[in-house]
């Protein structure tokens, strides 16, 4: 085993917080002579009294380090996994992991370690309980690749599976707040102000119950127009339960739908978006001249930019934070129009058609994932779903007519 220093660091100043300086790194306690600071100074004190962070650097029996099989595994999982997948992974390496126990040898990790980061995340704040157990089985899961990769011994990743996660309740934690649905008199009173690319999407995204995601990833050759002479088919090339369900993801698109999306396909490559940003600010470009009252100065002409082909989780939240801002700007105090996420969408869609049809139609629109839900319905899931989308209303019908809309009033 390594050699361990004689003295735990000492409780220090730094302007007005109290630190502890370990190994070239700085260690926030709170303020410098509060009680907090000092039961914090204590806790890590105790907590890694015996811990690797008192190691001295890796020895000759274990070559690879934590921070090498982090690397490592970062760069296996890149070009594998969806951009918020990593990103998660990432987080958890570069913010925690390694600011920990960088240095020592991975064999060196044990499940003393893997608590204390866990104990890291938890007093962090940032993460709810059930974030803090998927992050801790994403470091699990780093060193179990270790294992096949012949960079981690077996039993160190076998231990680390022994640490049980965090149940509701537990002394530090939070539980995040669960997602709810948005009300269609919501969604109605936002249309408006939308773009009509924007408006669009929020209805497909309502009527279909998809994702975000499976939205604005849409490709002009993912649409199958030739499936059926009633149904267009979104074929998806990927999506997020794929792996679980070992199957494609098939979106059978009613008239509905396909009136919304037909605007959008012309003149466009298989591998370009349905739904483009740029498309999107020229239809706002052109709502703004027709509104003008004054001809345009060349001053006032919009200048070129350079647009993503793809909007992204955020761009497509704000957008529709934009139109509820704009809405909002012309309503009285008292009648605003509440704030919502695409995320909810989803929600609304599913429990609309829960309470119109039932459960099981619910999960067969949502496409569940779970093991025992895919069970009940697998095999005729898309006929399902075709039925579905032959009978589909839209709730929004006489505001949206077929993709149009009413333009706010000024």
Request: hydrophobic share 35%.
């Amino acid at each position: 085993m390594p050699k361990l220093k004689n003295r735990p660091p000492k409780y220090a100043k730094l302007k007005n917080y109290a630190v502890v300086y370990l190994n070239g790194k700085t260690h926030y306690l709170g303020l410098y002579g509060s009680d907090e600071s000092k039961i914090a100074y204590a806790r890590f004190v105790a907590e890694n009294r015996v811990s690797t962070l008192f190691y001295q650097p890796k020895t000759e029996e274990s070559s690879t380090s934590v921070s090498e099989l982090a690397a490592a595994f970062l760069d296996h999982v890149k070009p594998i996994v969806n951009p918020q997948n990593y990103h998660h992974h990432r987080t958890v390496v570069a913010d925690f992991l390694l600011k920990l126990y960088g240095d020592i040898p991975v064999d060196d990790f044990k499940p003393s370690c893997l608590k204390v980061v866990r104990t890291e995340l938890v007093h962090s704040g940032r993460f709810c309980r059930k974030m803090v157990n998927d992050y801790t089985r994403r470091i699990v899961a780093i060193f179990t690749w270790g294992v096949e990769e012949e960079l981690v011994q077996p039993n160190t990743a076998a231990s680390l599976k022994a640490v049980k996660a965090l149940q509701e309740g537990y002394p530090g934690t939070y539980e995040g707040k669960e997602r709810e649905e948005v009300p269609d008199v919501i969604i109605r009173r936002t249309l408006p102000f939308m773009p009509p690319i924007i408006r669009a999407m929020v209805l497909i995204q309502r009527l279909t119950g998809m994702r975000p995601s499976e939205v604005f990833n849409m490709t002009v050759g993912e649409i199958d127009r030739d499936a059926e002479p009633d149904l267009w088919y979104y074929r998806l090339a990927q999506h997020k339960t794929e792996k679980k369900t070992k199957r494609k993801k098939v979106v059978p698109l009613s008239k509905i739908e396909q009136d919304l999306i037909a605007p959008y396909l012309e003149g466009k490559a298989a591998e370009e978006a349905v739904f483009s940003p740029k498309t999107a600010a020229e239809e706002r470009h052109a709502e703004k001249r027709a509104n003008r009252k004054t001809e345009s100065r060349q001053s006032q002409v919009a200048k070129p930019r350079q647009y993503k082909e793809f909007f992204d989780k955020d761009t497509y939240r704000q957008a529709v934070e934009y139109a509820i801002n704009r809405g909002n700007k012309t309503m009285p105090e008292g009648d605003k129009i509440l704030k919502w996420t695409p995320y909810q969408l989803r929600h609304q869609a599913a429990t609309a058609m829960e309470q119109a049809a039932g459960l099981d139609e619910a999960q067969a629109l949502l496409d569940h994932s779970s093991a025992n839900t895919t069970k009940r319905y697998a095999h005729g899931r898309l006929e399902k779903l075709k039925e579905l989308a032959r009978n589909r209303l839209n709730p929004f019908d006489d505001l949206a007519g077929g993709g149009e809309s009413k333009k706010p009033a000024t």
